[in-house]
């Protein structure tokens, strides 16, 4: 059984290939759609990648923000721009702006993507990709020396986090350094989505709002599935105390189930668009700050709870947290302020 | 062992194939994606090394700092589709050409 012991290498060396080569004909095939197509499936083979390297956080994160989430979003805005870029084919000149595009017949803005800057002189755009091709891979090389060299085992910070991991509140080191150890990451990073959808709101009024009801089949089928991915995000901020998950893992399914009930045709209702909406949007950093500044009137540093109260702590944000992620998640999927 | 480093080798090549088509790709779509695949290759990076501790449980730290990073990378995502769609809206344009803008 001695061929038995190559098998792991041969593994990753095929998800490995298959990634470069998925990312590389995502970024060069000419048809947008196919691009995207082809970076979903390049999130779920690296969150095969991700299983392999005994991430289990990160892979059902991967899998479901990296692929579901991004890959939604991208096919979403790929709807918005494709019937427009058409149209600026099909009627020459309608705006001014349009001119340059439209003046080359049979080049849609997809297409187009192979000839960059093509007034320049032949020379001087072989020189410039000559030296940048140098660069890039000078870069490579440095990279793969760095990585090589550090390459010795190296226990980094597991030991000092197996220390303290009692005092945390919970028995996952992943989510004792998510909420606790590192606390500030979690609560800016609740804040940068929060932020991100202020942003998007500030640039787009979300259109098709309101009370509709969607089609039998559809109707029926996300009946199923949404209580399901609500029961399943549930399980996954309770297990996250001592196993794999945890408020990020839980927001995603939240979102995703967001994501699937605006696809199948459900709307969100008049009356839940206004503050009770805001409520939940703000609900995780508004929470998460309130504690993290609670706990210094008990002689504690900031975020720092006392060890006796952390595992409440650090359930009653995570509960608040997922709510908003996966608030914020689907808000950020209809794309505009209602 | 070695089979961990093969991964983070592909980071550093997934990283230096976004780089490319940052620079190189004029749709912004384009850009986006390439954006998220340097991304995606840095997180690769980052949780291979920190796969190289002697007992097998990876490095619970950098696990942590992925995990932000990807969901930090969805915001941006979003927000950055938001301005091509804004930027299509008020010019019409969705690619970044030397000549376009004349």
């Known amino acids: 059984m001695a061929w038995l012991t190559g098998l792991p290498l041969a593994v990753d060396l095929v998800l490995g290939t298959t990634l470069l080569w998925l990312a590389w004909r995502a970024l060069s095939s000419p048809d947008l759609f196919q691009a995207v197509a082809l970076f979903i499936a390049f999130g779920v083979i690296l969150g095969l990648v991700w299983a392999r ?20 979003l991208l096919l979403a805005a790929l709807s918005q721009l494709q019937p427009a870029e058409v149209d600026a084919r099909a009627a020459p000149s309608a705006t001014g702006a349009n001119e340059h595009q439209a003046g080359q017949p049979g080049q849609t803005a997809e297409t187009a993507d192979a000839d960059e800057a093509q007034h320049k002189p032949a020379v001087f755009r072989a020189l410039l990709a000559a030296v940048m091709g140098l660069l890039l891979l000078a870069a490579l090389f440095g990279l793969g020396l760095v990585t090589w060299q550090l390459w010795e085992p190296s226990s980094g910070l597991t030991q000092q986090v197996n220390t303290h991991l009692p005092e945390s509140g919970v028995e996952h080191p992943v989510t004792a350094v998510l909420l606790n150890f590192r606390g500030y990451d979690t609560l800016l990073e609740i804040a940068v989505l929060l932020l991100a959808l202020i942003g998007v709101w500030s640039l787009a009024t979300a259109s098709n709002l309101g009370d509709t009801t969607p089609e039998p089949v559809l109707a029926a089928l996300s009946r199923l599935l949404a209580p399901l991915m609500i029961l399943v995000a549930a399980y996954l901020v309770w297990v996250g105390a001592h196993a794999p998950g945890g408020a990020f893992q839980a927001g995603s399914v939240l979102g995703a189930a967001g994501v699937l009930l605006r696809l199948s045709g459900w709307r969100l209702p008049a009356g839940a668009a206004g503050w009770p909406l805001r409520l939940v949007l703000a609900l995780g950093v508004a929470v998460f700050a309130f504690i993290g500044i609670a706990v210094i009137g008990l002689g504690e540093p900031l975020l720092g709870y006392p060890t006796a109260w952390a595992k409440h702590a650090i359930l009653v944000i995570e509960l608040a947290a997922t709510l908003s992620i996966g608030a914020i998640l689907a808000s950020l999927f209809i ?3 209602p | 062992m070695s089979s961990v480093l093969v991964l983070a080798l592909t980071g550093a090549g997934l990283i230096l194939l976004g780089l490319h088509a940052l620079i190189v790709k004029v749709h912004l779509l384009r850009k986006i994606l390439a954006l998220n695949i340097i991304s995606s290759g840095i997180f690769l990076l980052l949780a291979g090394l920190a796969a190289r501790t002697p007992g097998g449980e990876p490095d619970p730290v950098p696990q942590a700092m992925v995990l932000t990073g990807i969901v930090v990378a969805v915001a941006a995502t979003a927000l950055a589709l938001a301005l091509l769609l804004a930027l299509r809206s008020a010019t019409g344009r969705t690619r970044l050409d030397d000549d376009n803008g004349q």
């Open chain 1, 53 to 72: 390297l005994d991430t289990i956080d990160i892979a059902l994160a991967e899998i479901a923000l990296g692929a579901g989430v991004t890959g939604a």
């Open chain 1, 335 to 337: 794309g505009g302020r």
